[in-house]
T-cell receptor, first 111, second 113 residues
Framework: SQQGEEDPQALSIQEGENATMNCSYK?????LQWYRQNSGRGLVHLIL?????REKHSGRLRVTLDTSKKSSSLLITASRAADTASYFC???????????FGQGTTLQVKP | DTEVTQTPKHLVMGMTNKKSLKCEQH?????MYWYKQKAKKPPELMFV???????INESVPSRFSPECPNSSLLNLHLHALQPEDSALYLC????????????FGSGTRLTVV
């Protein structure tokens, strides 16, 4: 079964707007990761946040983690058409390599 | 070299065929993974190799047989597949299990006819 659930399932915004995606998970985790996938190609690692971290930034990306609520959010600021993709959260509960992906959010950024 | 290379990019095979998917990385990563992804679904973990040894098999049918000949190579041998096995097969690697982000290949699009 998949560990992470994401919402919304689909998001459509205009270029320049911010996009926020949420991820909830069920068990305790060691870290949570976010990935981007462009139309059926390989996934690209965006950011990893460890269980003892609350917020992390990378360029236009901001990730938060709330372990008490078992949830994370990914914020993409000043979105661009090139940000159009599917975004997945993934969690590792055991440091064994068992990285489990959420259902994903499909983001469309209109020029 | 910061890539994971998968070959072939596309594969069409009959249900009686035997084929292999190949994955290669030269980043010195010691963990490698096979994932299966159906259309509009998230990737599903199949196998994990750590230091060239199989550490996780997610109850994958025996018609899928992984092999790790050395620290840079990962193969997935396919035999007697079913049409429902048609999917995108993704290989990934990481420095070690899960504490670092994974680097994914661009996948092999497999169609079983």
């Amino acid at each position: 079964s998949q560990q992470g659930e994401e919402d919304p399932q689909a998001l459509s915004i205009q270029e320049g707007e911010n996009a926020t995606m949420n991820c909830s998970y069920k068990t305790s985790i060691n870290n949570l990761q976010w990935y981007r996938q462009n139309s059926g190609r390989g996934l690209v690692h965006l950011i990893l946040i460890r269980s003892n971290e609350r917020e992390k930034h990378s360029g236009r990306l901001r990730v938060t983690l709330d372990t008490s609520k078992k949830s994370s959010s990914l914020l993409i600021t000043a979105s661009r058409a090139a940000d159009t993709a599917s975004y997945f959260c993934a969690t590792d509960a055991s440091n064994t390599g068992k990285l489990i992906f959420g259902q994903g959010t499909t983001l469309q950024v209109k020029p | 070299d910061t890539e994971v290379t998968q070959t072939p990019k596309h594969l069409v095979m009959g249900m009686t065929n035997k084929k292999s998917l190949k994955c290669e990385q030269h980043m010195g990563h010691r963990a490698m993974y096979w994932y299966k992804q159906k259309a509009k679904k998230p990737p599903e973990l199949m196998f994990v190799y750590s230091y060239e040894k199989l550490s996780i098999n997610e109850s994958v049918p025996s018609r899928f047989s992984p092999e790790c000949p050395n620290s840079s190579l990962l193969n997935l041998h396919l035999h007697a597949l079913q049409p429902e096995d048609s999917a995108l097969y993704l290989c990934a690697s990481s420095q070690s299990e899960s504490s670092y982000g994974y680097t994914f290949g661009s996948g092999t699009r497999l169609t079983v006819v």
